[in-house]
């Protein structure tokens, strides 16, 4: 019997069904899942450069944990770096919501090198009921009355913050002040003004003076949700690095550093790559982050650098893999990890379709899968999922053999929704939402 805080319906699901000898266009599969921060408004991005915008439903028809489609734009497009002869992909990286302020919505979207600032708002649309006149018929002069026929959804870039990441942006973070935000690439954090959009400060820089003796990269970068002058960076080694931007210009001397000591004994070739972390965010009360990195999620207490309080393992049953995983680069997959919004629980994503909830409290977790088949209704509770091996022969549906794992279905981006226990999961180029 699955736990009652563990427990997940399915509310509803986007994008086409992948069927026999139908293939997924590239620019189709979703990149990026962020909600606002009230989550009434849901952002995808994906590969083909554009973001998708859902509102939730509102009407009291339905489900209130269902999402409506409310608009699409293109962000980025396809650029070519003529001076180091480079293709910039328009693949969306990330998308932050800025706090609302008015009937406008600002967002922040980031592909390798651009990012941009975009309003999102509904204007009206106005004309003359009368319509075009023929002039010839004109005896008098008559000032056209305009009404308000409908309101259109427009979406505008405000401003491009470019050319200040020598290498590929990995994340964005919005301060806590909402005036400031930090852009992380593969050596360096720079600081920037969403007023200034011409120049951005450099926070951290780990480019060694010559590049023979770089042995570790930035993967990750966020803002504490609270303290406007903390932010934290993780690295390819599995160390995150804590700062504090009042001791000094350029945070290369970090306040804090957390790392987890290797077991000798447990190294191999694979050991440096599964131990790079992909993602690390902060609880909502700030007092604790987790890490993710290949095989595991960690949760770490910012006042204990020595080790992770708690560690929970996602997909161990891939260790004897390992050397497949590495041939088909799946190994380099950067999976993302969110927080509950009471803190009490983290999601990680896996292959399959997997998803894992863990509960924080209990140490107890449920394996999920994102599918569309088998669902009963639009409150189709999800069966637990275990995975078996050897020699174990299947015996239910819930159970799925680790040969049998599909690892072009992956689920890399999550998000939990602020208010609400309503999960959004990109598999590919399906959007799932399922509530609890």
């Not at 003004?193 to 023979?212: C, G, H, R, W, Y």
């Not at 708690?310 to 004897?320: A, G, I, M, N, W």
Request: net charge negative.
């Amino acid at each position: 019997m699955t736990h009652p805080s563990l427990t997940w319906n399915f509310s509803q699901v986007f994008g086409d069904k992948a069927g026999e000898g139908v293939e997924i266009a590239e620019a189709d599969i979703i990149s990026a899942v962020e909600f606002n921060h009230d989550g009434e408004f849901l952002a995808t991005g994906d590969k083909g450069g554009r973001v998708v915008l859902f509102e939730r439903n509102n009407t009291g028809v339905g489900s209130d944990a269902e999402f409506r489609f409310f608009t699409e734009f293109q962000s980025h497009e396809p650029e070519f770096d003529y001076l180091k002869s480079l293709e910039i992909e328009e693949k969306i990286n990330q998308i932050k919501w800025l706090p609302r302020r008015n009937q406008a919505h600002f967002l922040i979207t980031t592909n390798d090198k651009t990012i941009k600032l975009w309003k999102v708002n509904k204007r009206a649309q106005y004309s003359d009921p009368a319509g075009p006149v023929d002039p010839s018929s004109v005896t008098s002069i008559r000032v056209p009355a305009l009404s308000k026929q409908e309101y259109r959804t427009e979406a505008r870039v405000k401003r491009v913050f470019a050319n200040a990441h020598a290498y590929h942006i990995n994340s964005i973070s919005i301060n806590s002040d909402d005036e400031t935000f930090i852009s992380a690439d593969d050596l360096r954090v720079n600081l920037w003004n969403l007023a200034v959009n011409d120049q951005s400060f450099n926070i951290v820089d780990i480019k060694p003076t010559t590049m023979e003796d770089l042995t570790e990269v930035i993967t990750a970068a966020r803002f504490h949700p609270q303290h406007c002058n903390v932010f934290m960076y993780s690295s390819s080694k599995g160390a995150i690095k804590l700062c504090d931007m009042r001791a000094a210009a350029l945070c290369d001397n970090h306040a804090k550093a957390f790392e987890e000591p290797q077991d000798p004994a447990s190294k191999s070739f694979f050991s440096e790559i599964i131990a790079s972390t992909s993602d690390v965010q902060f609880s909502n009360n700030g007092r604790y982050f987790l890490s993710r990195d290949y095989l595991t999620i960690k949760i770490w207490d910012t006042h204990m650098e020595s080790r992770p309080v708690q560690t929970f393992s996602v997909h161990d049953h891939l260790r004897p893999k390992l050397c497949d995983l590495y041939e088909n680069d799946c190994i380099f997959d950067k999976f993302d990890a969110c927080w509950s919004r009471d803190d009490k629980q983290v999601l990680a994503g896996s292959y399959h379709n997997l998803f894992r909830v863990y509960d924080l409290a209990s140490a107890k977790n449920v394996c999920l899968e994102a599918s569309r088949d088998n669902i009963i209704g639009p409150t189709h509770t999800l069966q637990p999922v275990s995975i078996i091996s050897g020699s174990t022969q299947r015996t239910s549906r819930e159970q799925i053999h680790v040969e049998d794992i599909d690892f072009n279905l992956k689920i890399l981006h999550a998000a939990w929704h602020p208010q609400r226990n309503i999960l959004a999961l990109a598999a590919t180029n399906n959007l799932y939402l399922y509530h609890r």
